[in-house]
Each structure stands twice: as C-alpha cells, then as structure tokens.
C-alpha cells in the first residue's frame, strides 16, 4: 500500500512541476504575451491586419532577399512568410565587387499597405537612388512586380485615400507627393508639397535625429501621421500628427516618450483594440519591436499604460521561446533554402548548392577575397536575446591552401571561429575584430576533416558578448580565442547574425560542406567569466539541466576546481546507471556536457557529479515522452 501511495505522490508531484514549468496549461490559459515582441532585430516595422492575419514589413538593408513579409496571428508570434525583393541591384556595391561594399545601405524603411486586393510594399534605396514599388496578390507566395521613383523618398508611408494615392515622406520637413491611381509612378501635376515643417519642434531644440520614420493613417475622418524624434540629452520619442484634411494643417503633441521605444504606426484587432509596433534600439542584438497599447481621449492615441510600456500585454497568447524568424537547419531541401535565412549582399547562386550532396550546404570558392567582410555568399540568420547559440558541423576535406571557412558573427566589429588550410596544414582559429582590427587570437593545429564550431551571445543587460567553441566529437566543446565584445555600430546598421561562410586568399574551387546548423535559445558551453577572463572555480557544483524537462537532448553544467577527478553519470529511478557521460580529470572550468534521453522511457533520471574528494551531487531531470 505504501508503494501505491508514493506512486501517486510522485506523479501528483510531477504534474505540478511540469504544469509549473509551463509544460502543461490548463485549457483556458494559453498565457501572457510580453515585450519585447521579438527579441531580435526587426527595425521599422509597418503592420496591416487583413481579417485574423496580420502582415509586418521590416528592413534587412545589405541582406538579400529583401523586404521580409511576416505573418502572425496574435501580434506576438511571428513568421517570415516572403520577401519583397530577391535582390535589390545587381552592382558592385551590392556584390561585393571591386573594393566596393553595400554595409548599412541596400534598403530602408519599409511601407505595407493593401488595396483592392493588392499587396503593396514600398522601401526606398540610397544604394540606387529610388523609391521602390512592389505589388502582389499573394502576400504569401507572390510573384511580386516592381516599378521606381526617380526620386528618394526618405522612410515613406503609403496612403490610397478617397480621391487618390500618395506618399509621405521626409526628415523634420515632412512632405507628401501623389502618385498615379495604379501606384507605379508619380502623378503628373499631383500633390506636391511639405505638409508639416520642422516636425521635430514639439519635441525639443537640439536633436540627434530631428522627426522621420513616416507611418500615416486615416482612421474615423482624421489623418495621423507618427514620427520619430531623438532630442540631445533624451532618448528616441514618438511624435503624433493629426489634422482633419489630408492637406492641414496639422497640430502635433509628443505620444510616448518611454524607454527609447518609438518609431512605427497604428494596428487594430478584430476585437477593436488598438496597439502601437514600434522598436527600441538594445545594443549589438539590433532593434527590437514592441507592442504598446493603445486607447484614445479626445480623437488622440494615448500610448501605454500610464505613460509606460507594460512589460506584459493583455493578450492571450505566450511568447514562442524562440523566435519563428530563426531556426535550426539539417539542409535537407531540393532546392531553395527557408526563408530564415539571407545573404550578406547578393549572392553568386553558381557557387552554393544543397542539392550536389545531398543533406548538407555545399559552399564552394568562386572567387579570391582579402577576408570576412569581403567575401560573397555569406549566409545569415539573426542572433536573438536574452541568450542564444548556434553550433554548425562541417565537412572541410575539399578546403584548399589559404582557405577560411566557420561561423562567425556578422557586423562590422566582426567575430569568428573557423578552419584555415596553410598550405596541406588545417587549424582552428578564432578571429576577433572586436577592437575595429581583426585578430587571430587562437590556432590550434587539427588532423581531422570533421568539426564541429559553436558560437554563443549573450544579450542579457546589453552585456553583449560572444563566446566560441569547437568540437572534434560534436559531445565535449573547447573554448577558443577571447571574448568578443560586440557594438552596434552605425556602419553597418544592424544587429549582430550567425554568418555561415567560406573565402579564399590564395586559389579559388575549394569548398565546405555544412552539415547542419543547430540553434538554442541559451548559451551552451563555458561561460565568459569561467573561461575567458582568468577565473578559476574553488569549489565543484552540480548546476544541472537546462532545458528540463527535456526531449531528447539536453546541457548538463557543471563546475570543476583545480585537480578534479571527477565522474559524470545518470541513473534511472531505480538507481540504475543508464549513461556515463564523462570519467578522468579536467582542467578548472565551468562544463556542459550533452545529454541525448531519445532512446530512454520518459519520466524521471537523476544526474550524479562525483569527485575523489569525497563530493557528491544529485540533480533530477525529466523526460518528456
């Protein structure tokens, strides 16, 4: 009887840990949704709803394709479903060709609108010079068709009102210009003129950035239009417009100034409540929108809670735990890659293929280049916070004298481990550009034509830095180089990505193979201050599991002090061993050793660290089934 009663308390226990954990919700509660939205970069967002759907554009500037179109649901969770554009301008600039570089530019601020069952995004270039026009309808599919303006309209905002079709646009002097009733080019003897001069004034004296960022809308008769304003001395705040005619004049007042979130328009629900998309710049993971209520008093939007932005929004649906914009990849596709991922400028579709070995990323030398930033076919996903880390395997038995190929973390601070060929000699190395001059700071000779390389953010209280690692078994990770302190820097304009890549210094026609490329939304591996920064552990600490519970596979960390013998096993709840992950001495260190559970029953396992001095520790860990 005693035996049946502790059953019971077990799973009665377990049920409440995992319900606890969020693993089990009750049916009504689907959770609370919380800024940031997306903890990744996705500046100047525009947003349409189209009945339950909604529909976002952003800027990725110097990444191709271009113009990401994002769907979502719930205004939480979203997901890149097309983009505008596959490349913007084949030049050299854009090409990486002959010593030019499109960094921070290709294009801008993005526009989304829909009429009369056409999709309609418009972005502006300095790159060409133009306003471009994209058209479709089939936001999700395409094809998308495309006209210019000759001219730039700096960060504009599309309009089809009543009796015709325009753009507003400009820095502090905010203008407007009509367009044909097609929306392909500017109308003849149109609407031409400033609506509103020196916007910025409501705002301040001195400014970093005076008023921009355009974002107009017609709602109930009234026109508003939102801007961006960054006083001296203040922080990024959104300015509001409104007017009862399109023309003016226009009478304006400062709608939130908050945390530096600001910058983006107006979305309703079907359930008629109303909501600010707007972003706050954090640091080297890049701009980050948020989602800011929104109610009126006396025909005027009145953003926030008291003047603030809520942490959580009263919205029932919970946060992916990671971003739907990123995701892991075992490159098993036929032709085309997911939408996750963008080239670092235009790429050279001759010298990149999933399809000449199947299930792996073939990425083959076309050209000599002088080094990261310079080279073509750079593939990239979006680094994202509070953590994250990204581990690729790689094939480099077809790699040639002066070769480099890894992951790194794109901007122009740069990072990166990878392998170099010297010769018939490979090495891992880790660059680190972090100072604005590339270094190698570590290489290590390798006989292998197998590695595996990791690489690991850490956004937390913009610490921003980033740590990497190789593996010669893809189990027991070696950290590598120093830490990399990353900076949001203007030339670039963009936070920092996982860059997938590969160049040649000496011969063109080698290549590497990618495995895959596997993501996590912790740091995995040792951390900055155990590794890096001359710290050395004084004691040992079991820290367990993360995640649990878990399916299959989870991170065991753990803490060593000099001269550890040390053992590392799992047992099943009878107290049978059913895995030895790791037996011998180790260096001083913090530790994460992998653990796969997928060919265990599910339920409850225990961790046990044992040392020669007389150390145990127990931790337990759960396996979802």
Request: glycine share 10%; aromatic share 12%; with cysteine.
């Amino acid at each position: 009887m005693m035996k049946k009663v502790n059953v019971v308390k077990y799973f009665s226990q377990l049920f409440l840990y995992l319900a606890a954990s969020g693993m089990i919700n009750a049916q009504d509660s689907v959770g609370t949704a919380r800024n940031p939205i997306i903890w990744a970069d996705v500046p100047d967002p525009s947003v349409i709803r189209i009945g339950d759907a909604y529909y976002m554009s952003s800027t990725t500037m110097h990444m191709n394709p271009g113009v990401p179109i994002m769907k979502s649901i719930d205004l939480v969770n979203w997901e890149i479903v097309n983009y505008a554009y596959d490349i913007l301008v084949n030049n050299d600039a854009m090409n990486l060709k002959n010593g030019q570089e499109a960094y921070g530019d290709g294009s801008w601020a993005s526009s989304i609108r829909y009429h009369n069952g056409t999709f309609f995004v418009v972005t502006f270039s300095y790159t060409t010079g133009k306003t471009h026009i994209y058209q479709t309808t089939d936001i999700e599919n395409g094809p998308w068709s495309s006209s210019t303006l000759s001219t730039v309209c700096h960060d504009p905002s599309l309009l089809f009102d009543d009796d015709g079709v325009y753009i507003v646009y400009g820095v502090d002097d905010i203008k407007i210009i009509e367009l044909n009733s097609t929306a392909t080019a500017i109308k003849s003897g149109g609407l031409n003129r400033v609506l509103i001069a020196k916007a910025s004034q409501i705002a301040g004296t001195n400014f970093y950035v005076p008023a921009e960022g355009s974002h107009i809308h017609k709602i109930d008769g009234m026109y508003y239009i939102f801007l961006i304003s960054w006083p001296a001395g203040s922080m990024r705040t959104e300015l509001v417009y409104r007017s009862d005619r399109l023309t003016g004049p226009y009478e304006g007042k400062i709608a939130l100034r908050y945390d530096g979130v600001a910058q983006g328009g107006l979305i309703d629900t079907p359930d008629g409540e109303w909501y600010g998309l707007l972003f706050q710049d954090r640091g080297s993971v890049g701009r980050i929108p948020y989602l800011v209520p929104v109610a009126w008093k006396d025909g005027w939007p009145v953003f926030g809670v008291n003047g603030r932005v809520p942490a959580e929004l009263a919205i029932p649906a919970a946060n992916d735990a990671m971003p739907k914009i990123v995701a892991s990849d075992e490159f098993d596709w036929n032709s085309e890659l997911p939408l996750v991922w963008q080239w670092n400028h235009n790429p050279d579709d001759n010298y990149w293929s999933v399809t000449e070995r199947p299930g792996y990323f073939r990425m083959t030398n076309g050209r000599i280049d002088s080094g990261f930033l310079d080279t073509q076919n750079t593939l990239t996903q979006r680094t994202f916070g509070p953590e994250c880390s990204g581990i690729v395997a790689m094939d480099v038995s077809h790699m040639q004298d002066g070769d480099v190929a890894g992951l790194g973390a794109l901007q122009k601070n740069y990072g990166f481990v990878a392998v170099k060929m010297s010769g018939t000699a490979k090495s891992v190395v880790m660059v680190n550009a972090g100072s604005g001059t590339a270094v190698e700071t570590a290489n290590i000779p390798l006989s292998q034509d197998n590695i595996y390389l990791k690489m690991a953010c850490d956004f937390k209280n913009k610490i921003d830095r980033a740590l990497f690692y190789y593996s010669l078994d893809g189990l027991e990770w070696t950290a590598i180089g120093n830490t990399l302190q990353m900076s949001y820097t203007l030339p670039h304009f963009m936070g920092y990505r996982f860059s997938l890549f590969n160049y040649a210094t000496v011969t063109a026609g080698g290549h590497v193979d990618f495995d895959y490329f596997r993501i996590d939304d912790s740091l995995t591996g040792p951390s900055a201050v155990d590794q890096m920064d001359g710290y050395v552990p004084n004691g040992v600490i079991l820290y367990g599991n993360y995640p649990n519970p878990f399916n299959p596979r989870t991170q065991i960390r753990y803490q060593l002090a000099p001269g550890t013998n040390m053992s590392l096993k799992v047992y099943d709840l009878l107290g049978r061993e059913v895995s030895t992950l790791y037996e011998g001495t180790r260096q001083p260190g913090v530790y994460e050793t992998p653990f796969d559970g997928r060919d265990l029953a599910g339920g409850v396992y225990f961790c046990r660290l044992t040392t020669d001095a007389n150390f145990e520790q127990t931790k337990k860990m759960i396996i979802l089934k």
